[in-house]
């Protein structure tokens, strides 16, 4: 079974990735989940803030702050629920619902792998 640490460590490569990819070229990654290319700046400020906390969870993971990984697991189930708030009552794209699942299933593993070390 995978270390709560090693599942931080995933899950902040992911969000570097995402960043990366919403800094850079935002337009080809909207357009594969049938979204509009981005007009304004801010999809570009979003993806630098994910990347950052994408290196945040990296360096947590090398520092073994097992707090931390535990604050996580609330948060990042709570992103689904946002999303599909988002979905019904603003309208969104059903498709931000994928990556509030990408978010739950790692939530999950960080939480199981977290109950697997407890004595």
Do not use: K
């Not at 509009?36 to 993806?47: F, K, L, M, Q, S």
């Not at 097992?66 to 189930?77: E, K, Q, Y």
């Not at 990556?99 to 999950?108: E, H, I, S, Y």
Request: avoid cysteine; charge should be positive; hydrophobic fraction near 65%.
């Amino acid at each position: 079974m995978a270390t709560p640490a090693f599942t931080i460590r995933v899950f902040g490569i992911y969000l570097l990735g995402l960043g990366a990819i919403l800094i850079v070229a935002p337009g080809a990654l909207l357009r594969l989940f049938g979204m509009p290319p981005p007009v304004e700046i801010w999809i570009h400020v979003v993806g630098m803030l994910v990347a950052f906390l994408g290196l945040y969870y990296v360096r947590a993971a090398a520092a073994g702050l097992s707090a931390f990984f535990a604050w996580t697991v609330p948060v990042r189930l709570s992103v689904l629920a946002f999303f599909v708030a988002f979905v019904v009552l603003l309208a969104a794209p059903p498709t931000l619902l994928l990556f509030g699942l990408v978010d739950a299933a790692a939530a999950a593993w960080t939480w199981r792998a977290l109950r697997a070390t407890r004595p």
